[in-house]
């Protein structure tokens, strides 16, 4: 359905009728009818108990968007730093379906070409960032925004921070999310309250 909604981006406007913008939109609504009520619950069902099963299978996800990139014409190779099993294995499922959606605005609004993009595990904090060139002509394409909000919530929700810019035809996105540790005791056990 994105390979679809970029096919209807990519067509020349003298090659367009009234129908393409008209078709893109119930794309979109359709793509977003399928993220929020099929998508997302299903990744609650598919966790797995492995921990290894699921830090694996969220790297292959990554490596095979960032494949169907590489057929859209971008150019580059996922980077994931440290250890996935420092992390809760609860915030997985959040953090593929954010990156999913880091890599589809790259397809969606990017020029085929060089991208990046970085996901790093540290002991306190996890880190994405994401870069891509973009045309000037995607500055005046109605954008519903879906991706960006599903982001943003996502940050907002584990006490992140998200910035984006966008300059001389680069788009860059950089998000920072706290990794929540156990609460250490400041008693020792024997002392009363």
């Given at each position: 359905?994105?390979?679809?909604?970029?096919?209807?981006?990519?067509?020349?406007?003298?090659?367009?009728?009234?129908?393409?913008?008209?078709?893109?939109?119930?794309l979109?609504?359709?793509?977003?009818?399928?993220?929020?009520?099929?998508?997302?619950?299903?990744?609650?069902e598919?966790?797995?108990?492995?921990?290894?099963?699921?830090?694996?299978?969220?790297q292959?996800?990554?490596e095979?968007?960032?494949?169907?990139?590489?057929?859209?014409?971008?150019?580059?190779?996922?980077i994931?730093?440290?250890n996935?099993?420092?992390?809760?294995?609860?915030?997985?499922p959040p953090l593929?379906?954010?990156?999913?959606?880091?890599?589809?605005?790259?397809?969606?609004?990017g020029?085929?070409?060089?991208?990046?993009f970085?996901?790093?595990?540290?002991?306190?904090?996890?880190?994405?960032?994401?870069?891509?060139?973009?045309?000037?002509?995607m500055?005046?394409?109605?954008?519903?925004?879906?991706?960006?909000?599903?982001?943003?919530?996502?940050?907002?929700?584990?006490?992140?921070t998200?910035?984006?810019?966008?300059?001389?035809?680069?788009?860059?996105?950089?998000?920072?999310?706290?990794?929540?540790?156990?609460?250490?005791?400041?008693?020792?056990?024997?002392?009363?309250?």
């Amino acid at each position: 359905m994105t390979y679809a909604i970029l096919l209807c981006r990519k067509k020349e406007p003298s090659e367009s009728s009234d129908t393409l913008p008209q078709i893109e939109q119930v794309l979109m609504q359709a793509l977003h009818e399928l993220r929020t009520q099929i998508i997302s619950p299903m990744t609650d069902e598919l966790k797995t108990d492995k921990e290894e099963d699921t830090h694996k299978l969220f790297q292959q996800h990554i490596e095979a968007q960032c494949r169907r990139l590489r057929t859209l014409g971008f150019t580059g190779t996922p980077i994931i730093r440290g250890n996935l099993s420092a992390m809760d294995k609860s915030l997985l499922p959040p953090l593929q379906t954010v990156c999913t959606e880091i890599l589809n605005n790259i397809a969606k609004h990017g020029k085929p070409g060089a991208f990046a993009f970085v996901l790093s595990i540290e002991s306190d904090e996890v880190r994405i960032f994401a870069s891509n060139l973009y045309s000037d002509a995607m500055n005046n394409v109605p954008e519903n925004h879906y991706g960006t909000t599903l982001i943003q919530d996502f940050a907002q929700q584990h006490n992140g921070t998200m910035t984006i810019n966008s300059e001389n035809e680069e788009w860059s996105l950089s998000l920072t999310i706290p990794l929540a540790h156990q609460v250490k005791l400041m008693f020792s056990p024997t002392e009363k309250l």
